[in-house]
């Protein structure tokens, strides 16, 4: 979903070839996960059949990449309004911490040490992000570490909150009644 | 590295409050370990015993080998001037004088002439990023300038620990790590071993090893385990 504007993005400023649109892509998202070839080309063919960039100059020879592509000015006003558009927040409402922890209780087994080497785990990949971002030859390099950094964070804070209010939680797992014993 | 800072089986109590049950922990040279834990689970109680602020009413703290809780006070206050460094989390810096005064202030207690303790104090100035402030006083900085300031504060009369209670704790996000790499690496280039309270894990992750403190003793029972590699 978000490749296309990616790639409607890059176009905005100039024209340019798939292979050229890889390179930028990668350069500025593909840091966790490169583009593959296969993924781009399909992406500007159906930008292309939905009106939203133009092939604007083909070369002599043969294969995908001979093909200069140019945003439309249908593409340029979907930009805006997804640019426009807050994005629907995902909390993880059923995340496997949340998970680990009620089966835990239901078990009786300790949900507190999970929560203890689950903390001491975050904190260890925090710290391999710190360093990352401190080593960061860019400053958007730096904010994509920031980025992971803030949701691990957030990650942390539940486990600190959870840790704090097990006794009630165990209460409430062991008193849930198995709706076909009713 | 050497062991230059253990705290042993630490209890104190405030009144009918245990803040501390059974604390130990031990510091290596040249390292920046974190405490972290709920609210009064005892870190900052930790922290004072382990700087000398506070006598634990159990246990030893001992110092690059030294016993130092069963000292008089008036030497303990000694150590702490000498060869330890303080940095809080409102700064509290002194209002009447101006940032390089501030910074100047651990030298000047402790008997340096007043030329020599400015002339020593200037570099940090530009070091941590506070050119042109030296003059200022506490009030007329930003809340970042201000931690800077403690913090070269701290470091100044190189200290062999620097003890810092939320050291990040009234910044904003961007000056809280500005200050941080400050902290680290002016630790780094001395040696310095830190000792930091923190209720905040993007803080906590700043430093080689965290300790977790739970109802006053080490949350996994391994001398304040939960080390990070």
């Not at chain 2, 002194?94 to 390089?100: G, I, Q, R, S």
């Not at chain 2, 894990?201 to 403190?213: E, F, S």
Request: include cysteine.
């Amino acid at each position: 979903m978000s490749v296309s504007y990616a790639l409607l993005g890059l176009l905005e400023g100039s024209s340019r070839h798939g292979y050229d649109l890889k390179r930028s892509y990668d350069r500025r998202f593909g840091e966790v996960k490169p583009i593959r070839f296969g993924q781009v080309y399909r992406t500007l063919s159906q930008l292309e059949r939905d009106g939203r960039v133009e092939v604007v100059g083909v070369e002599a020879g043969s294969g995908p990449d001979r093909k200069r592509y140019s945003i439309t000015s249908e593409g340029v006003t979907d930009l805006d309004t997804w640019l426009g558009e807050p994005e629907e927040p995902q909390p993880h409402r059923q995340s496997v911490l949340f998970t680990k922890v009620v089966v835990a209780l239901l078990s009786g087994r300790s949900a507190e040490h999970f929560l203890d080497v689950q903390r001491a785990r975050h904190l260890d990949a925090m710290k391999a992000l710190t360093t990352a971002r401190r080593n960061a030859a860019t400053t958007q390099d730096a904010l994509l570490a920031d980025f992971q950094l803030f949701h691990l964070e957030a990650d942390l804070r539940w486990i600190d909150h959870t840790e704090s209010r097990l006794a009630t939680l165990a209460e409430e797992v062991r008193d849930v009644p198995d709706p076909r014993r009713r | 590295m050497s062991q230059i800072l253990a705290g042993d089986d630490l209890h104190k109590s405030f009144g009918l409050t245990q803040a501390l049950r059974g604390a130990s922990v031990v510091l290596d040279e040249g390292e920046v370990v974190a405490v972290m834990g709920p609210s009064g689970s005892g870190k900052s109680t930790l922290l004072h015993c382990l700087a000398g602020l506070l006598t634990p009413d159990r246990g030893k703290v001992r110092f690059a080998g030294r016993r130092i809780d069963d000292l008089p006070d008036r030497e303990r206050a000694h150590l702490r001037r000498t060869v330890f460094g303080f940095v809080f989390q409102f700064g509290q810096l002194v209002p009447e004088l101006p940032a390089v005064e501030n910074i100047a202030l651990p030298l000047l207690l402790a008997g340096r002439r007043r030329k020599q303790a400015l002339a020593a104090a200037d570099p940090w100035l530009s070091r941590l990023g506070l050119d042109g402030v030296g003059e200022r006083l506490p009030g007329e900085l930003s809340g970042g300038q201000g931690q800077r300031v403690a913090m070269a504060r701290a470091l100044v009369a190189n200290p062999r620990v620097v003890f810092a209670d939320e050291p990040t704790g009234s910044l904003d996000s961007v000056a809280a790590d500005e200050v941080m790499e400050l902290l680290v690496d002016a630790a780094r280039e001395h040696g310095t071993t830190v000792l930091m309270v923190t209720h905040e894990p993007r803080v906590a992750a700043w430093a080689d090893r965290t300790v977790l403190v739970r109802d006053g003793v080490d949350a996994l029972g391994q001398g304040l385990g939960m080390a990070s590699p």
